[in-house]
Structures are given as C-alpha cells and as structure tokens.
C-alpha cells in the first residue's frame, strides 16, 4: 500500500465513522469521553515515556525552549488534557438544538437544527494536548476527526490516540472516529489538504508557515486558526504595577502560546517610569526587549527593534517595545501589526478603555487583564479546537457549537407552493 491508499484508507473509514456519530445520542458520547479521561490518567507513564523520546529528538534539533515547552508533557499536563474531557463530557450537547422557530403566514414552521460539521482534519504542530482536545470536541459536536500532527510529537500523538481509541473500543464505539495520519511525508500532507470526498473542513493549528500554506493549498475549506502577535498597551492613565504583573503573566506564564504577549506598547508620558519596572521584571525571565529610539532612551536594556519585529510572533523569550504619542497611534499600531488574536490595554480612563474595545480588530479585546486567557477552558467551555482569527463562521475560541452547523427544518400538513 502507497502512501495515498493508506491516507485514502482513513478517509474512508472516517466517513463511515461519521455516519454513526451524528446520531449517536449524548450520554453514550459522554460515557466514552469520561473513559478516556481516566486511560489517559492511568497511562501517564506510557505518556511521558513517549513524550520523553519525543523531546530528546526536538533538543537535538535545536528546537527553542518556548517551542520545546509546548511539546514538553508532565502529569499535570496530562490532568489537564483528561480534565479537559471531563468538561467537554460535562457540557450541553449542541447536536440537535432547533431554534429561529417560525410560522410562516401558509402554515408552514420553519427553523434550524444544529448538526455536526461531517470529518473534521487537523493539521497541527509539536502540541501533544492538541490530540486529546481536538477528539473531545469534535467527538461530542458528532463528528470524526483525523488528525495531522508535527513529526517533532508523533510518539508522544500515536499514544494519545491509541489511548483514545481504546476508550471508544471498550463503550462499543468505532475506533476511527479518531486516527491520526502516522506518516511524516510531505505528499501525504499536500494529498490530505485535498480530500474532498471525505473532510469537510480542515482546521490548521501553528506558525504562520503552517497557517499559510493550509489556506493556500487546502481545496477542502479551510477555518484559519491564526498566528498570535498580541499587543499589551500601556495608557497614559495605566497602574503601573498593574500593568508590569499583567506583562509578566502575558509574556513569560507561557511563551509557545499563542495567546502570549509578543508585542508592548507603551504611551511616551509613562515610559521613563514604566520600561524600566517592565525590564526589571521581565529580566527574571532573561527575556529580551527589542525597541524602538525612545524606548532604548528609558531603559538601556532594550536593544534596537527593527521593522519585522513589530508583526512578528516570536515564541521565545523576546519581546517587542513601541512608544506611541497618543491611543490614536496606539490603535493604528497595533491594527497594522497584530494578526487578529488577543489585544489588551492597561488603563483607568473608561473612555480609552471603551474606544480600545470597540477599535481594535481583534478576536479577543482585553480591558486590564492578561492576552493568555484567550483559552476555551478560561472562557469556561472546556477545551477548545482553535482560536479562529477570521470573521466567517467562527471567531475566538472554538468551542463544541463552533463545530457545528445548522440545517433548516420545516413542519407543514400538506402546503404546496401555488402557481405564480
């Protein structure tokens, strides 16, 4: 078997595994994802064993340690990912809410049903929770999910799935309702981002690379999960202190994320007293600041920025500094640079704050609070399949309902559509 039968061959058993799953009534979902949970718990060593292999191979890549931090699992990690299941398996099912219910003047009821989206493929980078998420959601939103993940995770993948499909084998349920697609070939992943007989949408999770070629390949429709360039400004009016905490949690609680601060920007009036208490704090992290001529002039830390650093996503423990004259060009600033994820001010004047709410192009607008909880389980619907930077269909976290879509349903007694 080639390479393309054997992408085809899951194809076809997800389809078959789907026609199953979009009636398959709620509790018997729940039941599987409350049995994953526990396997996954009760296979931590088997987990970390293979995560272990699998981190030995990306340090001798080089992988920076932001991006080995996202590949890295531990037991809490590990309760996190069955935690996050138990959660999905906790929440209201969306499969089957009608609603926009109406009579029309003939008689006729017409309204929509929410049903799942079909297959649903994922290519994503080193983030092994990925795995167990992206089966949560989609499974309980009724649908089957294939997923692709990065080369540097694929032992740490191959026991996720193999724990999960065990979970769906033992409450009587078809084990491909998730696979994951073994083979690290580029023509693999090209042919996959064309199967239109059998994905119905494709969800890439990563860098911008990733991200780009996805939606410039994929015949199969795409929702684009964007890369995450997000600003933490600093108004003139901002709590100093409030505002250093806020950019230490943003920047350093995690840096391979993608809601983590990549981007400060600061109002000139408060940079001489605020950069420094921003450098000394984030220099316990060794992070380094790139700036602009006024920046370097408050704090003789921060190094020169140059153009590409204020659009970049850096990962790393680096972060770039900009002064701006006023909220105008803070605005103008950061619409120009960021990618649409997670914006934040730091402020006490409510007529800033509101303006910041209302003009930022952003998925997630943040009025003195941390950019890191652009997150499905701090939003407080579990897991989450992606932060959607589009406008169609979906934006922000996707939750269970974002993995659906509706189709019309009408009631009559015998209507026909007269003659014009």
């Keep these: 078997m080639n390479n393309i039968e054997y992408l085809e061959g899951i194809g076809k058993r997800a389809k078959t595994a789907e026609a199953l799953l979009r009636t398959l009534d709620s509790e018997a979902k729940n039941r599987a994802l409350r049995l994953a949970a526990e396997y996954l718990v009760e296979n931590e060593n088997v987990l970390l064993a293979a995560n272990e292999m699998d981190l030995q191979g990306a340090e001798e890549k080089g ?46 009821m017409i309204g929509q049903k929410r049903v799942p989206l079909g297959v649903v493929g994922i290519i994503y980078e080193s983030r092994p929770n990925v795995t167990a998420d992206a089966f949560g959601l989609c499974f309980k939103a009724g649908n089957a999910v294939i997923l692709k993940g990065g080369s540097d995770a694929l032992m740490s993948n191959a026991v996720i799935v193999a724990v999960l499909q065990k979970a769906l084998f033992d409450c009587g349920l078809p084990e491909t309702a998730v696979q994951l697609i073994a083979v690290q070939d580029r023509q693999v992943t090209e042919h996959f981002m064309k ?22 390949e994929s015949t199969v429709p795409v929702i684009e999960t964007g890369t995450g360039n997000c600003h933490i400004y600093v108004d003139e009016s901002a709590d100093l ?62 190094v020169p920025a140059d153009e590409e650093d ?3 996503e850096y990962l790393d423990y680096i972060i770039s500094v900009k002064t701006v004259r006023d909220l105008d060009e803070a605005i103008a600033h950061i619409n120009r640079y960021n990618t649409g994820h997670s914006e934040a001010i730091i402020t006490r ?19 003195n609070a941390s950019t890191r909880f652009t997150d499905g389980g701090e939003f407080g619907f579990g897991a989450e399949i992606g932060i959607s930077t589009q406008r169609l269909h979906a934006r922000g976290p996707m939750g269970l309902r974002e993995l659906t879509c509706a189709k019309y349903i009408i009631y009559g007694n015998g209507q026909v559509r007269p003659s014009n």
């Design 241 to 302: 202190d409030m505002a250093a905490e806020i950019l230490f949690n943003a920047k350093t609680q995690r840096t391979g994320v993608c809601n983590a601060c990549e981007s400060l920007v600061v109002h000139q009036s408060v940079a001489d007293a605020f950069l420094p208490m921003a450098a000394a704090r984030l220099s316990e992290k060794d992070v380094e600041m790139r700036g602009d001529a006024r920046a370097m002039a408050a704090e003789g830390k921060i």
């Design 195 to 216: 199967m239109n007989d059998y994905v119905d949408v494709l969800i890439p999770r990563g860098g911008a690379g990733l991200i780009r070629t996805v939606v410039r």
């Design 310 to 312: 204020w659009g970049r």
């Design 63 to 108: 992988m920076s340690r932001g991006l080995l931090d996202r590949l890295a699992l531990n037991g809490e990690r590990i309760r996190s990912m069955a935690d996050g299941l138990t959660q999905v398996a906790a929440a209201d099912d969306p499969v089957g809410e009608v609603f926009n219910m109406k009579k029309r003047p003939n008689g006729l």
């Design 349 to 367: 004047d409510y007529a800033n704050a509101q303006r910041f709410l209302d003009e930022i192009d952003a998925a997630a607008v943040y009025v």
